[in-house]
C-alpha cells in the first residue's frame, strides 16, 4: 500500500488545515499545534489498515489468470511460427492458423475478464481505503478536542499541512505546546498487545 500520506491529501484535504476552535478564556488564548500527518501515520490502526490494504493488492495481483494469459503467449507464438514455417504442409499450416485464432480469441476473453475484475476490485479496495481514512482522521480529531479541552487550549493548529507554494500553512506561532507526541500515545493507548509485540517501536 503505498504510504498514507497521500490519504491525507486525497479523500480529506480540509483536514490538513485543522483547526480546532475552543470557546476562547478571558484573557490571552492558550495556543497548541499538532502534526496531523505524523500522528496519524503513527496511530496503530492506520498501520494495521495500511497493512491489509497491501496485503489485499498483493493477492489480487496472484489471480490465477494471470499465468494463464502468459502460457497462452508462449502457446500462441509457438503456433504463430508454426504458420510461418514452411517446412510444414499447406494443410498443416492452416490447422495451427485455425488453432492460433482459437487460442487468440480465448486469451483476448480471459484477459479482458481479468481486466474488468481487477478494477472492479482495485476500486472497492481504493472506497475502502478512503472511508477508513475517513474514520481513522475522525478519531485523531476526537483525540485532539478531548485534550484540548481537558487541558484548556483555546486553538490548536495543523502544521503539517502545505499551502500551494509547498510552504507550512503555518509558519510561525509564539508560546504554543506541540500535542503531537500527546495524541499520538493517547491514540495508541488501546493498542492491542499482539501489535505491541509484532512492532515493539511503535513505528510504521
Not at 79 to 89: G, R, S
Not at 117 to 142: C, F, P, S, Y
Amino acid at each position: 500500500m503505498m504510504p498514507l500520506r497521500p490519504w491525507l491529501r486525497s479523500p480529506l484535504p480540509a483536514v490538513l488545515g485543522l483547526l480546532l476552535s475552543l470557546d476562547a478564556a478571558a484573557g490571552k488564548p492558550k495556543l497548541a499545534t499538532l502534526d496531523m500527518a505524523k500522528a496519524f501515520e503513527a496511530y496503530h490502526l492506520t498501520i494495521t489498515a495500511r497493512a491489509k490494504v497491501e496485503e489485499a493488492r498483493r493477492t489480487l495481483q496472484q489471480d490465477p489468470r494471470r499465468e494463464t494469459i502468459k502460457l497462452l503467449d508462449v502457446e500462441l507464438r509457438d503456433l504463430k511460427t508454426h504458420v510461418q514455417d514452411p517446412i510444414f504442409t499447406e494443410a498443416q499450416r492452416k490447422d495451427y492458423y485455425r488453432r492460433y485464432m482459437m487460442k487468440n480469441h480465448e486469451r483476448l476473453s480471459l484477459k479482458r475478464e481479468h481486466e474488468k475484475h481487477l478494477a472492479e476490485q482495485l476500486n472497492l479496495i481504493n472506497k475502502g481505503m478512503v472511508d477508513k481514512t475517513r474514520e481513522l482522521l475522525r478519531n485523531v480529531r476526537a483525540i485532539v478536542r478531548k485534550i484540548a479541552e481537558e487541558d484548556g487550549y483555546d486553538h490548536v493548529f495543523e502544521v503539517s499541512g502545505k499551502t500551494s507554494s509547498q510552504l507550512p500553512s503555518l509558519i510561525y506561532i509564539r508560546n504554543a505546546t506541540d500535542l503531537t507526541d500527546r495524541v499520538i500515545e493517547e491514540l495508541n493507548r488501546n493498542r492491542p498487545k499482539e501489535e505491541v509485540a509484532t512492532n515493539p517501536g511503535g513505528s510504521p
